[in-house]
């Protein structure tokens, strides 16, 4: 009998991956864990909005005026890092951060420091990174302090990186015309300075839009001890151009 | 964990003080109480590791502080755990000046009607923290307690949403 909690976390993209197959099996073959999984699911959608929703709002100036003064305790990371190129690489959107985190469906997430491919054999592009950035061992990221950090900030960190507005350029042009299990990519590159590639996996309706599921096309290395993520994006057609529905990173 | 100490941090206790303030009382000010106390020891915090834990376990003894000086707040537990009520109903609810979309009224106010724990466990889910920062936070020993309880009240705030 498989334990609640561990639907939960699977629901919550928070389950260890050696466990995925057996909890994955487990709830297909019982409608009853299925429920419960499509239920942990909701639960944890609507506590992610509940949350980005109430830090979406304005401090009081009293709160504020203290948020001013601890952020003198630390440096800003970005001077920290100089001429490092982390946030050179992509785009990176605050602005839509929040709005993007109320559209998402989040089957979990593990996003940490920096988004570049990795084979399931070794990490080379990560080792590649390493040399060239020769960050210090005890360097500290902004909002990125480890891989139990709080959803809302692993959905931030993401945004760092992916471009939305230009992936949504490259593809709405073409994808139209890609068949399902092909791939093809944008513009987006990872650190390395390798084109980020995609397959289309599926075609579906929603609410009588045609939406598309698409998938990076190799798992993601998200974060420094990260063993790789998938990320599936849902994009739906509205008034003639996609957008981005929803985001499903999962281990 | 080292945070990144800005408006998101604050905003991030504002969540987690309205699981602690249980609706009746202002979370603003329970989170403004923990600033204070954290800037007053600057010293001693400004490179703690889980600096979010102390602001947390701050807010948490000023709530309690709270109900022994004024018995304004709604509830406090007795040795076992158990939900000892001294509502004052004629107080208002002034985590409603926080304005929300209706789906996540309809949520907030779902959850201020479970125990003290639910609230909790589920203001703290909700403002993303780890089973391993909530046990942390609340102080509960094992790890498995922790997910058991955030299993079931998911499952209660399912069956009241329903």
Redesign the interface.
């Known amino acids: 009998m498989i334990d ?2 561990k639907i ?2 699977y629901a919550d993209g ?1 389950l260890p991956i050696e466990e995925h197959e057996e909890v994955k099996k487990a709830i297909e073959a019982d409608p009853k864990l299925k429920e ?1 999984y499509n ?2 699911q ?3 959608d ?6 980005n ?3 979406s ?1 304005p ?2 100036q ?3 005026d ?2 001013d ?3 003198t ?2 440096k800003p ?1 970005t001077s920290e890092f100089g001429s490092f190129n982390f946030f050179g690489l992509f785009k990176i959107q605050y602005a839509g951060v929040a709005a993007a985190c109320c559209l998402m469906f989040v089957g979990g997430m593990y996003v940490d420091t920096f988004i570049s491919g990795t084979s399931t054999t070794n990490s080379n592009q990560v080792t590649a990174m390493n040399q060239k950035i020769d960050a210090p061992k005890d360097l ?1 990221f ?2 990125m ?2 891989a ?7 959905v931030t960190n993401l945004y760092r990186y992916f471009d939305e507005e230009q992936f949504l350029e490259d593809i709405n042009s073409k994808i139209d015309t890609i068949e399902l299990n092909d791939e093809f990519e944008s513009s987006l590159e990872d650190n390395d300075g390798k084109k980020v590639k995609f397959i289309l996996v599926e075609n579906f309706n929603a609410n009588g839009n045609d939406c598309k599921k698409v998938r990076f096309n190799e798992p993601l290395k998200l974060s420094s001890n990260d063993q790789g993520t998938d990320v599936l994006l849902d994009i739906c057609k509205i008034n003639n151009n996609y957008e981005i529905s929803s985001i499903v990173l999962s281990k | 964990m080292t945070e990144k100490l800005d408006e998101n941090f604050i905003k991030s206790l504002v969540v987690i003080a309205l699981g602690i303030m249980r609706g009746k009382g202002d979370p603003y000010d329970l989170v403004n109480g923990a600033m204070e106390y954290l800037i007053s020891n600057k010293e001693k915090y400004m490179d703690h590791p889980n600096i979010k834990a102390i602001a947390v376990l701050k807010m948490k003894g000023l709530f309690i502080d709270g109900i022994r000086k004024n018995q304004k707040m709604t509830s406090m537990t007795d040795d076992e755990g158990n939900d000892l009520q001294i509502v004052d109903e004629k107080q208002a609810d002034i985590s409603d000046k926080i304005s929300l979309s209706d789906e996540c009224n309809k949520v907030l106010s779902v959850i201020k009607t479970m125990g003290e724990k639910c609230q909790e466990v589920l203001m703290l889910a909700s403002e993303g923290m780890s089973m391993q920062e909530m046990q942390e936070v609340t102080q509960v020993k094992s790890l498995g307690t922790v997910l058991s309880r955030l299993s079931n009240c998911r499952k209660e705030l399912k069956g009241l949403l329903a």
């Open positions: 609640e909690t939960m976390q928070t419960l239920n942990f909701e639960t944890g609507l506590l992610f909005k509940l949350g929703e109430i830090k709002k401090l009081p009293n709160l504020q203290k948020a003064i601890i952020k305790w630390k990371i500290k902004r909002g302090p480890s139990e950090e709080d959803l809302s900030t692993r």
